[in-house]
T-cell receptor
Framework: QKEVEQDPGPLSVPEGAIVSLNCTYSNSAFQYFMWYRQYSRKGPELLMYTYSSGNKEDGRFTAQVDKSSKYISLFIRDSQPSDSATYLCAMKGNYQLIWGAGTKLIIKP | NAGVTQTPKFQVLKTGQSMTLQCAQDMNHNSMYWYRQDPGMGLRLIYYSASEGTTDKGEVPNGYNVSRLNKREFSLRLESAAPSQTSVYFC??????????FGPGTRLTVT
């Protein structure tokens, strides 16, 4: 079993929909939880990070961490075609980042 | 301010050939990383350097060597390329390990 599991998709939704992206993990030592966005043929870029449990909001994006369930989510409100990308979750405990495989998101105009 | 730059962008090698991937950052970050990205596998850490003069193995170091030339530059060398090393290679740098800045990647094909 991988330490971080993420559904690869693709997830296809109409423009304006609320998108929910998720990762599960097995290592209770993880303390930092990150979401990176990767456009096609580009490097990943950090979207948001959360330390420990709770919610964090940045514009149309909300990150949620539930450490009791070992489950993290990224919500995108009012999704736009420009949000079409692969979203990777990443987690950090004492050492280096452990990455999910990424979910490909397609927003249809 | 270019961020993280990588050369080359594309490369085709024959089995057994060697090559060096170059990476440079202009953000004065102490830490630098080399990853490979394969379909369905996510990013896997090959080597990292927490500071100038130090390097450590990551998850998949076999077949690779690295050099932290100075604070700005971190190179990855394939001594004898194998088809299993066909991948997209990303270099990254960071001040805090959770906030990594990535280069545009090198697409390597080994035939």
């Amino acid at each position: 079993q991988k330490e971080v599991e993420q559904d690869p998709g693709p997830l296809s939704v109409p423009e304006g929909a609320i998108v929910s992206l998720n990762c599960t993990y097995s290592n209770s030592a993880f303390q930092y939880f990150m979401w990176y966005r990767q456009y096609s043929r580009k490097g990943p870029e950090l979207l948001m990070y959360t330390y420990s449990s709770g919610n964090k909001e940045d514009g149309r994006f909300t990150a949620q961490v539930d450490k009791s369930s070992k489950y993290i989510s990224l919500f995108i409100r009012d999704s736009q075609p420009s949000d079409s990308a692969t979203y990777l979750c990443a987690m950090k405990g004492n050492y280096q980042l452990i990455w999910g495989a990424g979910t490909k998101l397609i927003i249809k105009p | 301010n270019a961020g993280v730059t990588q050369t080359p962008k594309f490369q085709v090698l024959k089995t057994g050939q060697s090559m060096t991937l170059q990476c440079a950052q202009d953000m004065n970050h102490n830490s630098m990383y080399w990853y490979r990205q394969d379909p369905g596998m996510g990013l896997r850490l090959i080597y990292y350097s927490a500071s100038e003069g130090t390097t450590d193995k990551g998850e998949v170091p076999n077949g690779y060597n690295v050099s932290r030339l100075n604070k700005r530059e971190f190179s990855l060398r394939l001594e004898s390329a194998a088809p299993s090393q066909t991948s997209v290679y990303f270099c990254a740098s960071s001040r805090q390990s959770y906030e990594q800045y990535f280069g545009p990647g090198t697409r390597l094909t080994v035939t």
